[in-house]
């Protein structure tokens, strides 16, 4: 599959706006001099107001400025096991709107009845999804493979699921190096980590590289999409990131990958030209794919 030409900047203004000393958190807006650690090993990035971790402030900017800008009435976004962050201010604080949202989890949890007006529950199994062929425009999945044991069956029914010019995230860490391992392989070979680790990362899985090799299996074609590639590394530090923010998304089609992050307007004004997001497809996954 052919990747199509992403812009390196898809806004090359204002750059200098989005880099200033003491940054504010982009989920509470409060300014944070010093993000807090977080995590097994401990690492910095937490907000010391709202809690937001890096991944899940990246997630929001991402989809609040470029994900629901490019939807339409009518159409359709599936989430895969929701976090509390998400229900509260992914689907919950409607950035996927005007689409109507649906979110699936194996069990209901207390934080899935804040979905709000935009989004309805439906208890499923990633790996058994009750809907029909080609139903969501857009598939969230973000951080849930790694728990979900058909996580091969999971693949298969987001590629059933997706629309042909439709888009999922499928991120999950990925160990540099070496191959995909069940969970308890991995505690085996580490039995320093704690349980902690297990339910912060995934209780399944421990994806290497080769998980990419099991998205196209499942028919779909993976990309990792690049936020800030050109920032300095002052904007991470001010912002609580890591010094590269990189996501990975997956598509039945290139001309997913066009609709979402290919040029071209949004689908109803909003918030997406007055923000430097600035992405990029990611050389070294197509490095990979050319020598493939
Ligand atoms: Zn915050």
Redesign the pocket.
């Known amino acids: 599959m052919e990747v199509p030409d992403v812009p390196a900047r898809s806004s090359p203004t204002g750059r200098d706006a989005v880099c200033p000393t003491v940054a504010a958190?982009w989920?509470?807006s409060?300014p944070v001099a010093r993000f807090e650690p977080y995590g097994v090993p401990p690492r910095i990035g937490r907000?010391p107001?709202?809690g937001?971790k890096p991944r899940s402030r990246a997630l929001h900017r991402l989809v609040r400025d470029r994900i629901g800008p490019r939807l339409a009435a009518g159409d359709r976004v599936l989430e895969i096991g929701p976090s509390r962050f998400s229900t509260d201010h992914v689907i919950g604080s409607n950035l996927f709107a005007p689409a109507r949202c649906v979110a699936v989890d194996v069990q209901r949890q207390r934080h899935h009845r804040r979905l709000g007006a935009w989004g309805r529950f439906v208890e499923a199994s990633a790996a058994m999804l009750a809907f029909a062929d080609a139903s969501f425009d857009f598939i969230l999945c973000n951080n849930t493979l790694p728990y979900v044991r058909e996580d091969r069956r999971a693949l298969t029914e987001i590629a059933r699921c997706l629309e042909r010019d439709g888009l999922a995230m499928i991120d999950t860490h990925r160990g540099p190096g070496g191959a995909t391992r069940t969970a308890d392989a991995y505690r085996r070979e580490h039995p320093g980590l704690g349980e902690e680790w297990f339910a912060a990362n995934g209780d399944a899985w421990v994806y290497g590289e080769d998980f990419l090799d099991r998205v196209r299996e499942a028919g779909l074609e993976p990309v990792e999409i690049e936020l800030f590639p050109d920032h300095p590394p002052d904007f991470f530090t001010a912002n609580g990131l890591k010094p590269r923010v990189r996501a990975l998304f997956a598509s039945r089609q290139p001309a997913g990958l066009h609709r979402f992050f290919g040029p071209g307007k949004a689908t109803h004004p909003g918030i997406e030209s007055s923000l430097d997001l600035n992405l990029s497809v990611s050389p070294l996954l197509q490095r990979r794919r050319n020598n493939a």
Do not use: Q
Request: glycine letters at 0%; a positive charge.
């Open positions: 958190c989920i509470c409060r907000c107001h709202c937001a």
